[in-house]
T-cell receptor, first 117, second 110 residues
Framework: GAVVSQHPSWVICKSGTSVKIECRSL??????MFWYRQFPKQSLMLMAT?????????EQGVEKDKFLINHASLTLSTLTVTSAHPEDSSFYIC?????????????FGNGTRLTVT | GDSVTQMEGPVTLSEEAFLTINCTYT??????LFWYVQYPGEGLQLLLK?????DKGSNKGFEATYRKETTSFHLEKGSVQVSDSAVYFC?????????FGSGTKLNVKP
């Protein structure tokens, strides 16, 4: 089945630094990628939707200047948390869908645990 | 707007017990419904899906039936195993957006 690889699986960084998370579709072309944030014991919160070659669409309340999303190719999207603060510590999950997949399920990466000290 | 409501956990069962995790939804149109499972420290994996009313999704002994009359998609398994311990998410897809329930943690004791 379709595989989405997310890297790194965990990262610890100091407050004020930036962190980049990569999401790759390994065996299909991901025309659309979604970035979610998951707080402990809570559901997934959609942060943004990105389509290859165009700007990401951010959900209400998500700071686009803080969470930079790049979807420059059909197999790679990146999320950069800029000037990270402890409150940005969370579990970030990407998911992807290929062209013409309509209502088909999303394929998820294994997530990235970000801890900001 | 569209939304998904699922029972709060955690649900704790003994091995071989019967499992039901309730899920109801609110949506316009004709959404597709999914159950995802999340193991500790991992992303979500698709467990099963149903794309129209009365469809039954099934996988690994789990089943769920798309009930439009009750707007429900309850997850069931006849005999759970310790390896089924995880968090289960009910999800709805409509108009190119996914909506997730809050997740239900299942603990299965040997």
């Amino acid at each position: 089945g379709a595989v989405v690889s997310q890297h790194p699986s965990w990262v610890i960084c100091k407050s004020g630094t930036s962190v980049k998370i990569e999401c790759r579709s390994l065996d299909f072309q991901a025309t659309t990628m979604f970035w979610y944030r998951q707080f402990p014991k809570q559901s997934l919160m959609l942060m943004a939707t990105s389509n290859e070659g165009s700007k990401a669409t951010y959900e209400q309340g998500v700071e686009k200047d803080k969470f930079l999303i790049n979807h420059a190719s059909l197999t790679l999207s990146t999320l950069t948390v800029t000037s990270a603060h402890p409150e940005d510590s969370s579990f970030y999950i990407c998911s992807a869908r290929g062209p013409g997949q309509g209502n088909s399920p999303l394929h998820f990466g294994n997530g990235t645990r970000l801890t900001v000290t | 707007g569209d939304s998904v409501t699922q029972m709060e956990g955690p649900v704790t069962l003994s091995e071989e017990a019967f499992l039901t995790i309730n899920c109801t939804y609110t949506a316009t149109g004709y959404p597709s419904l999914f159950w995802y499972v999340q193991y500790p420290g991992e992303g979500l994996q698709l467990l099963l899906k149903a794309t129209k009313a009365d469809d039954k999704g099934s996988n690994k002994g789990f089943e769920a039936t798309y009930r439009k009359e009750t707007t429900s998609f309850h997850l069931e398994k006849g005999s759970v195993q310790v390896s089924d311990s995880a968090v289960y998410f009910c999800a709805l897809h409509n108009f190119n957006k996914f909506y997730f329930g809050s997740g239900t943690k299942l603990n299965v004791k040997p």
